[in-house]
């Protein structure tokens, strides 16, 4: 499955709609995954992916599931995995993930799908300098959307010359451009999208990815529940909790919370 | 309390029909974000089937209608219509817009759940949320 | 004793910073946020030459005669259910002393959509009367001459359709089109950025506003091609500064489109009109509106060239707002249209709708509708209001706030012009934004009190009597339907799918339109066969929304 990520303002949403246009064409069935942040301080969000991809309302081989990141700092909420499980399960030809950039939502991203597009634009302010560390190591594909825009050579040029710099891998990781409102350039990200995952397959790399991601998945659940389960005992036991503020010391609190295992 | 120790209640928001004035819809649909909903807003001119459609695929616990072209005796009953054929019964259906009182008590029989007259404070509706799924999602 | 006499104005400030303050907490800047001061002198007057009535740029009126030459018309919109019903209040509204007409069509007629379609199902006569064919029509304006009143159209998308079926009324009543006098709305921009009625993409609507303008430049010269809209954007939840900005920069889009178009700007200006919102705070409304006469006559004159004092003269309708009416304690909005409908004539408003006190709940009962006129009665002819032109020139206060409106609109004029004009900040929902978080803030403010609505969030009363509303009969619906059916029925077939076969042609390429919809509109077309018509060459247009 492909994941879309970039930050907000990209067009991502506006890009996964074309292409589902282009997979309903060729008579695939797709399921969507778009995840939007929720409010940190009151846990609300407004999940507006959907409403960019009117058009495909009511059509029974698109499935559209908005999810909340819920507090999860990379940016995609542990049903994500689950739920990307159950649409491959539920035979939909293809499942694209699509996540706003912010946090670690691009490295969360390349750990859960086969396939990373990450999406950029021309006005992208102080240029491509400022995309994050790490952006170059996890897109397999780079697209630049808006292409129509003032400053989208500038920016193609920019990437490459970065992408000269970073270590090679055995897959080059293609410079794309498209006008996603204009449904122009999608074609040739899908058929990008195609190749590397021919290219995952013949290197071998589809199964060491697919068994880290089960690992990767394990430890973050694993991590989940460390984190309820120490929430609840601060909320739970005032000793504990008072012993914490007094004494200061978050890691001997933690150990000792784990220590206790499990509370029925 | 840990953003994610409870399910946030999941809302779909439309306008159904014709009627595209949608400054409640958007006022609301902040509101209820503020309030620790996850609020998806599907847009204008839906029919009852593509509301009812998003609601399933999406797991929604409540739809909520704004409309304010009169055709409300129309609209609301045919979205309850559609959650009864597509067996979702357990959907909440609420709403907002310009309702008389007697259409109201009406739609209520017909299985709308709360309906919110012009001048209902933003309160009110997060308020009558928070009564109904007190305990977050099911 | 000598005691030193204090300076005026320093002693006003002493006694005042000395005085209590109310603490109720409700905000003392308007309700669009502007900061105002307790009081305004002779200091706070903009420096600048005397402006007059009638002069450029007509801070103080387009008229040097203001109302002592003519009172604005009273033109209360209204429409519901069926043409026949329509026309029975028309003819009511015309006897008891209304000067014009105003055309309230219903959702299916103003999305383009004729009665029997299946989205019409439940829609049909709610918020006006429907209108499927030129027959509609023909029975709506029966036994009204067209030749002797000037009628006001709302409606957008399909604008041209409608226009054409009123030409073709005429037409039959032996009225050429020269003569007719009138309004249409035809404002397409303010649907992508507020009212939501659009149909078409951008590019074609354009077109088809373009067509309009142009056809009527030659053929009905004294129509009124275009009402560019305010109202709507204020009661989507602008302020009075965006509503003032959005709506003259709307109007610049569509002069630069006329130009385009090869029109030269004296041969239409003149014809653009306006329409804006009188809102509840009052001082703000009429400051918007002296604003906005002196910025569009500059434009005018000084970006655009025209040359025609007609061109540079901004000549507008108002309606009272509809958003500041309650449900609650709903006579109360007789006396919140009064006010605001003071704010319009003391702005120097050209026309004038005064909103009837259950518009809240529902369309206006006979009774309430004529309250709503006798309203503008009591202005014109018992308060004084009409005796003088611009009473309120030279106010200190209004002035100065006068000229913050302009400063505030320039900016956001800059802010438009930097996206790219108006058409590219629609697509990147620049206005859209603005305009939901003014709501949002604004529902905030009341919520908190900061704001208060007598009824809603104080002074409110427990049990209310309902009051009667008017009820549009179920049964009209398919009344309706069974009538659309019997004109496709009964019509010249040839005749009318020449005249769509034509239109679709004609759509592909670049003619004026106008004509080649008359025809099918003479030829009984349905309004919804001529929009599909339409819709199969310019395609539909789905909003990209923000929250």
């Known amino acids: 499955m492909a994941g879309f990520t970039g930050a907000p303002g990209t067009g991502k949403s506006t890009l996964v709609d074309g292409l589902v246009a282009l997979l309903r064409k060729q008579e695939s069935s797709v399921a969507v995954l778009a995840t939007d942040p929720n409010s940190p301080f009151t846990g609300g969000a407004i999940l507006g992916d959907r409403i960019r991809m009117q058009r495909h309302a009511l059509d029974p081989k698109v499935f559209i599931r908005s999810m909340g990141a819920r507090g999860h700092l990379g940016g995609l909420s542990l049903a994500t995995r689950e739920a990307i499980r159950l649409l491959g399960a539920f035979g939909f030809d293809e499942v694209i993930l699509e996540t706003v950039g912010v946090g670690q939502s691009e490295l969360e991203v390349a750990a859960v799908a086969d396939t990373t597009v990450v999406v950029l634009t021309p006005n992208l302010g102080d240029g491509v300098q400022m995309i994050k560390a790490g952006i170059l190591e996890i897109a397999d594909i780079f697209v630049v959307n808006k292409a129509d825009l003032e400053g989208h050579g500038r920016v193609v040029t920019e990437l490459r010359s970065m992408l000269s710099l970073a270590p090679k891998g055995s897959w080059k990781p293609p410079i794309l451009a498209t006008v996603a409102a204009r449904q122009e350039g999608l074609e040739e990200l899908w058929a990008a999208v195609l190749a590397h995952r021919e290219h995952l397959e013949s290197s071998g790399r589809a199964g060491e990815l697919a068994e880290q991601r089960l690992k990767d998945e394990t430890a973050e659940v694993a991590a989940e529940i460390a984190r309820n389960r120490v929430r609840r005992a601060l909320d739970e036991d005032s000793d504990l909790a008072g012993r914490l503020l007094k004494e200061g010391t978050p890691y001997n609190t933690a150990e000792e919370i784990l220590d206790r295992g499990p509370q029925r | 309390m840990s953003p994610t120790a409870v399910r946030p209640v999941r809302i779909i928001v439309a306008k159904v029909g014709l009627d595209g004035h949608d400054r409640g819809v958007k006022v609301v649909a902040r509101a209820l974000r503020d309030a620790g909903y996850e609020v998806i807003y599907t847009g204008l001119r839906q029919t009852p089937e593509m509301v009812v459609d998003a609601a399933l695929q999406e797991d929604a616990q409540v739809i909520g209608l704004s409309i304010h072209s009169g055709a409300h005796m129309t609209l609301f009953p045919a979205v309850v219509q559609e959650l009864k054929r597509r067996k979702a019964t357990d959907i909440v259906v609420f709403g907002g817009g310009i309702i008389p009182d007697d259409d109201i008590a009406a739609l209520k029989k017909q299985g709308v759940e709360k309906l919110f007259t012009p001048g209902t404070p933003l309160q009110e509706i997060v308020d009558w949320l928070r009564q109904r799924f007190p305990d977050g999602a099911p | 004793m000598k005691v030193r006499a204090r300076d005026p104005k320093e002693a006003w400030k002493e006694d005042f910073e000395s005085s209590p303050v109310r603490d109720d907490g409700i905000e003392t800047s308007t309700i669009s946020g502007i900061p105002l001061k307790p009081l305004y002198t002779a200091d706070d007057l903009p420096r600048r030459s005397e402006e007059m009535p009638g002069q450029f740029p007509y801070t103080r009126g387009i008229h040097p005669s203001g109302y ?451 025809e099918a509109v003479r030829a009984y077309a349905t309004e919804g066969e001529i929009m599909n018509t339409l819709i199969e060459v310019f395609g539909i247009y789905t909003e990209q929304a923000v929250v």
């Open chain 3, 68 to 518: 002592r030459g003519r009172l604005w018309t009273m033109r209360q919109f209204s429409g519901f259910a069926t043409a026949e019903e329509t026309n029975r209040r028309y003819k009511y509204l015309l006897a008891n002393g209304q000067t014009g007409l105003s055309v309230a069509f219903d959702m299916p007629t103003l999305m383009g959509q004729d009665s029997d379609a299946p989205t019409s199902r439940g829609e049909i006569g709610h918020c006006g009367v429907a209108i499927d064919s030129l027959a509609d029509m023909e029975t709506l304006f029966g036994g009204i001459p067209l030749a002797d009143i000037t009628t006001s159209m709302t409606i957008n998308s399909p604008a041209a359709i409608l226009l054409c079926m009123y030409i073709a009324v005429a037409e039959e009543q032996g009225v050429p089109a020269s003569k007719l006098g009138g309004t249409l709305q035809n404002d397409i921009l303010k649907e992508f950025i507020a009212q939501k009625e659009f149909i078409f993409p951008p590019g074609p609507s354009m077109r088809l506003v373009v067509d309009s303008i142009e056809y009527c430049a030659k053929e009905v010269p004294q129509w009124n091609t275009i009402s560019i809209s305010g109202y709507h954007i204020r009661e989507a939840g602008s302020t009075a500064v965006q509503e003032l900005a959005f709506t003259l920069a709307d109007g610049m889009a569509y002069v630069d489109a006329c130009i385009e178009r090869g029109m030269r700007i004296d041969d239409f200006a003149p014809r653009l009109s306006f329409f804006f919102d009188a809102h509840i705070d009052f001082f703000e409304e009429i400051a918007k509106f002296r604003a906005a006469r002196r910025i569009w006559a500059r434009w005018m004159r000084e970006r655009y060239g025209a040359q025609s004092e007609r061109s540079w003269k901004l000549r507008f309708h108002t309606q009272t707002a509809g958003v500041s009416l309650t449900a609650q304690q709903p006579e109360l909005n007789i006396a919140r249209t009064a006010i605001e409908a003071l704010a319009a004539v003391l702005g120097g408003t050209q026309s004038l709708h005064t909103n009837a006190m259950d518009e809240v709940l529902a369309l206006p009962t006979d009774k309430s509708a004529r309250i709503a006129l006798r309203t503008q009665q009591l202005l014109a002819y018992e308060s004084g209001a009409a005796n003088t032109i611009d009473p309120l020139g030279g106010s200190y206060f209004i002035e100065a706030l006068t000229d913050e409106m302009e400063r505030q609109a320039e900016i956001y004029f800059k802010r438009i012009e930097e996206l790219g004009g108006v058409i590219p900040a629609i697509e990147a929902s620049f206005f859209q934004k603005e305009i939901a978080d003014s709501a949002f803030r604004y529902q905030r403010e009341l919520e908190q009190k900061q704001r208060i609505m007598i009824g809603v969030n104080d002074f409110k009363v427990d049990e209310e009597a309902p009051i009667e509303i008017l009820r549009i009969d179920p049964r009209l619906e398919a009344e309706q339907v069974a009538r659309v059916r019997e004109v496709r029925r009964k019509r010249d077939q040839a005749r009318c799918s020449n005249a769509l076969t034509a239109l679709r042609k004609a759509a592909a390429g670049t003619d004026n339109l106008m004509p080649y919809i008359l």
